[in-house]
């Protein structure tokens, strides 16, 4: 008898659930990179895919991510690479997780006139004085 060994399947780890992003406020694109193993030059295509990846420049053109890109680029990294979206869904995505939620409002009803409100309450308390006072036989 012969027994086969065979190697456990790998599954695909979440990486961006193990990123932990230092406590800084500024990023070089060669720091982000390798925090989200990739390349600096896929940053810096999605720069030019996402009009929300804009990192500000130093005085020597180093690009220069700020806290929020940075969860930006791996928030990007998730939509393409673990969700399986196209550049393009990944940018209306974005775009509509960005957009805030829009209040429901209300059914345009009339609104009663003040005098018909006023009426209502002198009917009522017609009624209850009537149920107060005593009757007569």
């Known amino acids: 008898m012969s027994l086969s060994m065979t190697a456990p399947k790998k599954t695909r780890a979440k990486k961006h659930e193990e990123l932990v992003i230092p406590d800084k406020l500024y990023f070089r694109i060669g720091e982000v990179a390798k925090l989200l193993a990739l390349p600096a030059y896929v940053l810096r295509f999605w720069e030019t895919e996402f009009p929300q990846l804009k990192p500000t420049k130093s005085n020597t053109g180093q690009r220069m991510y ?72």
């Open 66 to 137: 700020r806290r929020r890109e940075v969860e930006l680029a791996i928030r990007v990294k998730k939509l393409l690479y673990e969700e399986g979206f196209t550049i393009a869904g990944a940018r209306e995505r974005l775009k509509a997780e960005s957009k805030p939620a829009k209040a429901q409002s209300g059914l345009p009803f009339p609104k009663p006139a003040p005098t018909a409100g006023l009426r209502e309450v002198k009917r009522g308390l017609t009624e209850i004085l009537g149920i107060l006072s005593p009757r007569k036989r």
